[in-house]
């Protein structure tokens, strides 16, 4: 069960090169992503209403993509306007077709009615085009549902002791700093955390030379439906936070459902020190992965223990309040949506519901 | 659900060889296949009455088989014949069996009522067993149901873009050339097509010397429950072919059923013209199965598809009358065997079937 | 459907050296099982009531463990006992325990009400402890349900087909001995078995000298909820059992569910007769494994038959007295069970069952 009335992340733009069929499952359905010699994007069901082959094995023509079972052609709308053999084309046989839209490196998606689909309603992350901050986008997949990351996310103690070594730094960081501010969004949620005179992070000190103590502000927002980011900055312990010179980073992370049981995990951290010197992009894009590495192994594993056992309902701690908003909000919206669709559907209680 | 009470190709005869005890699953039944050591061949469930393991990893001993868990013997009629340490021998305590006919290469069983197991009924292939046609029985096996191969074989438009590079020859041949005969057959469909000044295909090229334009006709026909044989002929464009010296080719393929999702295929691809240069027959045996390759790659996605979303109804195009013949006639004799037994299963639509 | 409350076999001491967090499924259930720093053993759920992750992924600290995900810390009890950055521990955060025993190399755990769990009805194996039987315990997983493995065991006809080369020794066996006893117990059953004037058997061969024909006696026990011991002896061929110097081995094997169709099978092989020359227990479990395997063979194929075929009825020959006997008195337990849990389930009739 997934909201359908909201953009998603699809792709990278790079997985768009070269007129590349890109065959991509998205909330349960098999998407043919591409763009036409024209350079427009495309996004159709990958599959051709004939027989049901993958379009995305298919050859691309223009505009066009031309299934290679039997020939039929279908245009980027999914209209069809080729039926080797046969001069009548049915009206019935064409392709269903989804709005895209690129921003930056990313390409979203709107999955729902196509007439809702605004392309106001991406969320507006500068950062990502302006040529001050430099990051390397990424991917990765997971084995689990998205709103297992969505939790992982928006509880900050857990860099404490999932990533002592890579992220966090210290598991001194889940006892002695508390969120300064979490503020409930209509959509959403932010969480401000300071983490004052300790040691720099693993992460952070493999790019800059700096040894001293720190003061650390973690600012992060999560988004309906999955859009997660945050702005990091550190500055010497006890220092100004709004003077120049503090190193800062900015975190976008989306979490697009492939299955209920699978995710597709989009990204980009960036840093505003780099200049010309792309090892720091380099070693932070690595930093990064590993840190993902060490959440990816426990949330691939809670999936697993989930549906073992359908009946197991997590039991919430304090800190667990945010990710209780955000998926009541989310619950609400997708009840709200199947209304609408007049659907019979009822209690979509998203997988691993607090008690 | 399949069409029991007719006759299916189960095995090739070398596969038989040296007493081996073949365990071949059938329509969804595992089946012992062995030829007794008098050279009688028998078919048995493949599953002892008393515990339920396997006969096929038991011991051929003359006609008969000894499950090698607790030394229970059962004949080739499936009687239990021996229980070491104990002198009664339960009559409930047999095998049920099936009739197994040898033709040629291929060994076909009957699934259905024994009592209706007519040889007569097995399709004559004369050329299997005539000393002037070379070929090599082959075997591949699908993750597909079988009917999705029936299908593909019921349309030569596949055969321009699936197999431009192998069995087809170009895309022209689904743009210019159309069936000049579709018969719809009591147990079946026969198609005829020609298609005329064309280059030779490239399977065919490989084994003669000329490179001039042909014409090229091919004669199929599809029959219940899954048996497909193709007539192929070359000649020089325009020339008369009932003229002696014409290049034929007499193939057939036969899809049995393993289970809903899987399937055993046999054939054979014959040639008129080998003679003693046994090197044709092994170009053709390499040429088909590249072919088919290019088929399973889209079948086997076809089937996942399939069961991904059991809701997907396909849209005929105007080649698919032969396929809807054969489907609409396998369905209402399964209906009417299914009735016949008394049994409440209804509705046997076959997977895929058209909307 | 599995009996709780009775001992199972959870783990080989070894298994949980040097503080090692051992993560197995027992009956279902996730378990991990460990030695705190104290020496006491513990048996926790393994899954944080948090979020659910993998306890057996943390980190042991003295005799409590800490969840590594947002660093929970519960004791050996399953009491939590400190989180991270709140003060307050809700009564409801809390993990399920199990008792646990140790006797001799093995380490027993009670899964049902632990108010039952009375240590003095582990089966009583004094040979286990006593320094004149040496043995080397080992552990096998199998992809089938348990009592399949119970029904192996209870009829020695098996001996002769499976294990001809191995434990077994001749085909004759079934053929010419038959059980003495079979003694129907109010928890199991006792099988007694001569076979005289035979020749050795492979595995005892191995580790003796003599070569003559042998008298060798069996006497088993299966007892619930599947504990198998089994005491062999032999002599030369009309010899006195009961004089000195008879070779005599003690087996005990035991059966613990994992999940319905897989099981932990912990086992040792004993001999009387080895005095300082190790190689002798090596030998036999070397010699045992190979037995097994060829058990496991067939074992694990039968569950697939069951599984493929659930309609399915073993039909018993007479060997089978044994294994009804114990079927239907677990069956009973089961329900017994079941009944006073005030469950709804019903027909707990064990996989297999015979018709």
């Not at 690595?286 to 073992?308: C, H, P, V, W, Y």
Request: some cysteine; proline content about 6%; glycine content about 8%.
């Amino acid at each position: 069960m997934f909201l359908k009335n909201c953009w998603y992340v699809a792709a990278l733009d790079h997985e768009l090169m070269d007129g590349r069929l890109l065959s991509r499952r998205l909330l349960g359905e098999h998407v043919l992503l591409f763009r036409g010699e024209s350079g427009r994007l495309f996004a159709l069901n990958d599959r051709c209403p004939h027989r049901g082959a993958l379009l995305s094995q298919g050859r691309r023509e223009g505009d066009a993509v031309r299934c290679m079972y039997h020939g039929i052609r279908f245009d980027g709308t999914g209209k069809c306007n080729q039926i080797p053999g046969q001069d009548l084309i049915p009206p019935k046989l064409r392709v269903p077709s989804h709005p895209v839209v690129q921003h930056g490196p990313f390409i979203w998606i709107w999955m729902g009615d196509p007439a809702k689909a605004d392309p106001a309603l991406i969320v507006d992350l500068p950062y990502l085009e302006d040529p001050a901050w430099k990051g390397i986008p990424a991917y990765l997949h997971y084995d689990a549902n998205y709103l297992l990351i969505v939790d992982n996310l928006s509880d900050f103690a857990h860099l404490a002791f999932v990533h002592t070594r890579t992220l966090g730094g210290s598991e001194e960081y889940a006892f002695v700093s508390k969120p300064t501010v979490i503020e409930r969004l209509p959509n959403g949620f932010r969480v401000e955390r300071w983490h004052r005179n300790s040691d720099s992070p693993p992460f952070h000190r493999k790019v800059v030379r700096d040894t001293g103590k720190v003061d650390r502000r973690n600012i992060a927002t999560m988004l309906i439906p999955g859009i997660f980011t945050m702005e990091t900055l550190f500055v010497a312990a006890g220092g100004d936070p709004l003077a120049p010179g503090a190193r800062e980073y900015r975190n976008c992370q989306f979490m697009t459902p492939e299955t209920e049981r699978t995710t597709h995990f989009f990204w980009s951290y960036l840093n505003n020190f780099e200049q010309q010197d792309s090892t720091i992009s380099r070693s932070l894009l690595n930093s990064l992965i590993e840190g993902f590495m060490e959440d990816k192994a426990i949330i691939e594993r809670q999936q697993i223990t989930l549906e073992e056992d359908p009946s197991f309902q997590m039991l919430a701690i304090l800190a667990d309040g945010p990710l209780a908003h955000f998926r009541r909000l989310l619950g609400k919206l997708i009840d709200a949506e199947q209304a609408t669709e007049g659907s019979q559907a009822t209690g979509a209680r998203p997988i691993g519901a607090s008690a």
